[in-house]
């Protein structure tokens, strides 16, 4: 599950763990009280003989804040980052609206495999909730798929980065698509259920478990007003989370990449909310406790599915794994 904990937000200046926004850039209390006093000195700062080496002497520290400790970077160079986001999640919305699966693929096929075979759906055709469901997943896995350091996985380390976050991220799109409809709840088009005819007959007499897991995180974006810019930088975050099984120098790649979507996102918050920034930034941040406790409550549902049921391969993988994941971390 997502904890913000994976995130690893670190001091920019001496790479301690910190949450703490000062100056622009997120600085650890230590860091923030050293660059205060320093711009209030009476006298000059003695300059470094060891050309910055030393890491210890005044001016060497205050170098370091000063190169940290700057104003946000122009709109401009937002840009690019925010409209390779916001044109691969245009992409994902169109396969997953536009076409159907008919082949049936278990989860690692989805994840290994370089091409799928679509049909367009035509007006006459009435997709259930296991057309849109398949298309839900296979759409998420593509887009998690065309980041650039994926290049680097191998096939192992592949499925198991897909697998660590593609449900949560899953979670974030379907709401966000609710939100975009004016809905307060999670569906699929055509007034679709997210959740299949068999697992509703089960809670008839306890309805409001599932209303629940309909309304949860869209309630939590509506309060917010998420933005589309916002939405795409957070699902990158979610994505690019570096706790999954893989080498060491594959996790600190993909870290760095959290990093940057990170960094990119507070200075987008500082860009639009001014000096709210900051907060507006954690605020953001905390939909991924939502969807943490939107994930419990779709396991202890999935739990009462019977997994023997005549469905296609991707969704007795997709039930098996979920509750899986649910028993990792301990919860049953």
């Not at 301690?16 to 000195?41: D, G, I, W």
């Not at 990158?236 to 940057?260: L, V």
């Not at 709210?276 to 994930?295: E, K, M, Q, V, W």
Request: with cysteine; net charge neutral.
């Amino acid at each position: 599950m997502i904890s913000l904990s994976s995130c690893s937000y670190k001091c920019a200046v001496c790479d301690k763990p910190t949450y703490s926004f000062n100056y622009a850039v997120l600085s650890c209390n230590a860091c923030k009280m050293f660059f205060r006093r320093c711009r209030n000195l009476k006298t000059p700062i003695e300059p470094c003989r060891t050309n910055g080496n030393c890491g210890d002497l005044v001016s060497c520290c205050w170098n370091e804040n000063s190169r940290n400790s700057t104003t946000p970077k122009p709109a401009s160079q937002l840009t690019p980052i925010l409209q390779n986001l916001i044109y691969l999640d245009a992409d994902r919305h169109q396969t997953f609206s536009t076409y159907l699966s008919m082949e049936n693929p278990g989860l690692d096929d989805v994840i290994l495999s370089n091409s799928i075979t679509f049909i367009e759906k035509t007006s006459q055709m009435k997709p259930d909730f296991y057309d849109w469901a398949t298309m839900d997943q296979i759409s998420a896995i593509i887009f998690m798929k065309r980041f650039s350091f994926i290049n680097w996985l191998s096939p192992s380390e592949l499925k198991s980065f897909v697998k660590n976050s593609y449900i949560q991220f899953i979670m974030l799109c379907n709401a966000m698509r609710s939100v975009g409809l004016k809905s307060d709840t999670v569906g699929y088009p055509d007034d679709v259920d997210i959740f299949p005819e068999e697992i509703r007959q089960m809670y008839t007499d306890c309805s409001e478990k599932l209303l629940k897991i309909h309304f949860m995180i869209v309630a939590r974006l509506i309060e917010l007003k998420i933005t589309k810019e916002e939405f795409v930088l957070l699902g990158a975050i979610i994505i690019c989370d570096p706790a999954f099984d893989c080498t060491e120098a594959n996790r600190n790649r993909i870290s760095q990449y959290q990093k940057i979507y990170s960094s990119t996102f507070l200075e987008y918050c500082q860009h639009r909310y001014q000096k709210s920034g900051p907060s507006r930034f954690i605020d953001i941040l905390s939909i991924c406790f939502t969807i943490n406790r939107t994930f419990v409550e779709f396991g202890e549902v999935l739990m009462m599915f019977d997994n023997e049921a005549k469905i296609k391969k991707l969704f007795t993988d997709f039930f098996a794994f979920v509750l899986n994941k649910r028993e990792s971390f301990g919860i049953s």
